[in-house]
């Protein structure tokens, strides 16, 4: 080719030739369904790189010229034969055309189309175009100014040389011959753009088995969006409880699992309230206790605990008051309940300030309820199913006993609260001769809850992942699928100049915004049904925030890019003459 041995050309440098140098003109006509016919004659343009504009403009003039105007927007299927050869001339054009290679140009046209076909390929000759055509049909080879016999491969006749080449063909062969000398090409990679307007056309082409791949990456991402919320929202919901404890609790329990006989005391509760830094200690006991309300006989967790219990705690009051000092001091039999007391003793809306109850056959007289709290952050009972007594009520008339459930220890400032636990605990040991309990402060609640939190969160999400997976893998095998459907069309856009880089790109991007179209699908469908499951199930903790949706969304993208990566390096790697013979 203009001194230059084409076999030494490598796939790039035959597909600049394909774009720059040659157009073809076959026989079936190879035009893309999908696509219109402005569409099609544009596609060796988009791969030169021209602007949009540009080629847009040029598409229009050759399908004017060759007497197309008004079906510019007509798909291959709304064109006679004729007007689809036209349309494969206009493309070979496109780009210049220099080499125009026609197969059978006019086997599958009727009489008069061909006649009309064959008078343009005469003219374009004219204009300075080398037109060569493989034909059987003697009367399409009398329009030839050269012929050319062949027999098994081996030339039999020779016409011979043609006329000296016109002014103009000759300006473009030397034209020609400097731009393959210098090796260059004025051409670009596809961006990106065009490479997704592909990408979107092909979808729509095949709208149900897009549906199907995007259920994949949408049911993949909604699974971590859901998951993640799950296990942020128990986390939040952890902290929020811890926070309230304040920065200046301790919280002080026995070890029976390893002290079966160990016991916290009222003389111990004193001890600690002289330790330095000290403000308050607030011991509770508690123990189930059989409740009765009319006729009927509940199994209850009842608590004794100090009038301060309520601030303490931070657990606000919904009805009546508490009980004070006094009232435990004098032993007074008074109770106040909690929220799912009130309900499972009285039922829904009923007042039951004034009302008798019996705990272990003994009058207790309802002074007050309080607001509902959730389950607790140590052992994760129901806190709101409790009746709650006063301390020395409760250890003298009801459970008999001197020993502690634990204490809550209310420091006066947080700055010292670590040497006020080791103070604490060396004065516990000293007493009960053994380390038999445990001493928790909520900053060590807190750093230990956010720890395991986050090991639940990433399980969770983990968990999701796998569907995600299994998404990424579903597009792998139809993007697989889509490149052995797509043979012939890889073909086309090889013969009309399209490189490797550019068929590779077109089906990463295509991958890529399958995954990313069922992120953001999956994104929004992961929140509805996460507001959905926290609305009906109140117990369900939810917390959405934007990093996990960030994450779920770039890893749809990601899984696009990786599994995309074999079909895309399977559809750039085949031979574009063994593609467009692929039926």
């Not at 399409?140 to 081996?154: P, T």
């Not at 990601?558 to 750039?572: D, E, Q, S």
């Amino acid at each position: 080719m203009c001194g230059r041995e084409v076999t030494s050309f490598d796939s790039d440098g035959l597909a600049w030739l394909r774009r720059e140098v040659f157009g073809f003109i076959f026989q079936s006509y190879n035009l893309l369904g999908t696509a219109t016919a402005l569409e099609n004659v544009m596609i060796p343009a988009v791969y030169a790189g021209k602007r949009p504009g540009q080629r847009l403009e040029r598409a229009r003039r050759l399908l004017t010229d060759l007497g197309l105007a008004d079906r510019c927007e007509h798909r291959p299927s709304q064109l006679s034969g004729g007007q689809q050869q036209r349309v494969s001339v206009a493309r070979a054009l496109m780009n210049g055309g220099q080499i125009l290679l026609a197969d059978e140009p006019t086997g599958a046209l009727d009489s008069h189309s061909g006649t009309e076909l064959l008078n343009i390929l005469v003219s374009l000759a004219r204009q300075g175009h080398t037109v060569i055509v493989n034909t059987h049909d003697p009367s399409v080879a009398g329009y030839a100014d050269r012929r050319i016999d062949l027999l098994d491969g081996k030339i039999v006749h020779d016409s011979g040389h043609c006329q000296t080449l016109s002014r103009a063909g000759s300006d473009t062969l030397q034209e020609l011959s400097a731009r393959i000398s210098q090796g260059k090409s004025n051409t670009s990679t596809t961006n990106i753009w065009e490479a997704s307007r592909i990408a979107f056309r092909s979808l729509r082409a095949n709208l149900f088995r897009t549906g199907l791949t995007l259920l994949g990456v949408v049911i993949g991402v909604a699974s971590v969006i859901i998951m993640l919320a799950i296990g942020e929202g128990a986390r939040a919901r952890l902290v929020s409880k811890i926070d309230a404890l304040g920065a200046n609790t301790l919280v002080v329990w026995v070890d029976n699992e390893e002290f079966p006989a160990a016991r916290l005391t009222f003389e111990d509760s004193d001890a600690i309230g002289q330790v330095p830094n000290v403000q308050a200690v607030l011991p509770e006991l508690s123990n189930p206790a059989t409740v009765r309300y009319g006729s009927a006989d509940y199994q209850m967790t009842v608590t004794a605990v100090a009038a301060e219990y309520p601030s303490a705690r931070v657990w606000k009051l919904a009805s009546g008051t508490f009980f004070t000092r006094d009232d435990s001091e004098y032993y007074a039999p008074l109770a106040v309940l909690g929220a799912a007391a009130v309900t499972k003793l009285f039922g829904d809306g009923v007042d039951p300030l004034g009302e008798y109850i019996l705990i272990e056959k003994v009058p207790f007289l309802v002074i007050g309820t309080m607001v509902k709290k959730g389950n607790s952050v140590y052992s994760g009972y129901d806190q709101d199913d409790v009746i709650l007594v006063p301390l020395k009520t409760g250890a003298m008339r009801l459970f008999g006993a001197a020993s502690l459930s634990g204490l809550t220890v209310l420091t006066e400032t947080s700055d010292y609260l670590s040497q006020t636990e080791d103070e604490l605990r060396a004065m516990l040991k000293h007493r009960h001769g053994t380390v038999d309990f445990e001493i928790s402060n909520s900053t060590e609640m807190l750093e230990n809850m956010d720890r395991a939190m986050s090991v639940t969160t990433l399980i969770l999400g983990a968990i999701g992942g796998i569907s995600l997976l299994v998404g990424g893998i579903g597009i792998m095998n139809i993007m697989l699928v889509s490149v052995t459907e797509r043979t012939r069309e890889i073909g086309i856009r090889m013969a009309t100049g399209a490189r490797q880089s550019d068929i590779m790109v077109q089906f990463l991007v295509e991958s890529i915004v399958v995954s990313g179209l069922g992120g953001v699908i999956g994104v929004i469908f992961g929140m509805s049904v996460g507001c959905l499951l926290g609305a009906v199930f109140p117990i369900l903790p939810m917390a959405f925030i934007g990093f996990p949706a960030l994450i779920a969304f770039s890893c749809a993208v990601a899984t696009g890019l990786v599994f995309g990566f074999a079909p895309a390096r399977n559809a750039a790697r085949l031979d574009p003459v063994v593609a467009l013979a692929t039926d």
